[in-house]
């Protein structure tokens, strides 16, 4: 189980660091949904180094959101990103992500 939550949180921070790419990058829709993917991400990281479990879980649910529109807006493999980004967030709303 600890090994599934290496991946995940190498993952999700390769993801976290393509979105803060496309901020910099994009222009429009893309880089509001990337910022708002990537505040999002912060915030439930946040939640889960203060030990607020129930907060992180809360943030999660519009966090597959945000990654899903992020999924529609990207071209090619890009898309690996954002799956893995709702991956991160289903794990934090089903307990498999915490810092105990």
Do not use: D, K, N
Not at 21 to 42: D, E, K, N
């Amino acid at each position: 189980m600890t090994l599934v939550g290496i991946f995940a949180g190498i993952g999700v921070f390769l993801a976290a660091m393509y979105s803060l790419s496309q901020i910099l990058l994009l222009q429009g829709r893309g880089r509001v949904a990337h910022a708002i993917c990537f505040g999002l991400i912060l915030a439930v990281m946040a939640a889960l180094m203060e030990r607020a479990v129930p907060i992180a879980r809360i943030l999660s649910a519009p966090l597959i959101l945000v990654a899903f529109w992020t999924l529609v807006l990207e071209p090619r493999w890009y898309r690996i990103f954002p799956l893995l980004v709702m991956l991160f967030a289903l794990m934090a709303i089903l307990g498999y992500v915490s810092m105990t």
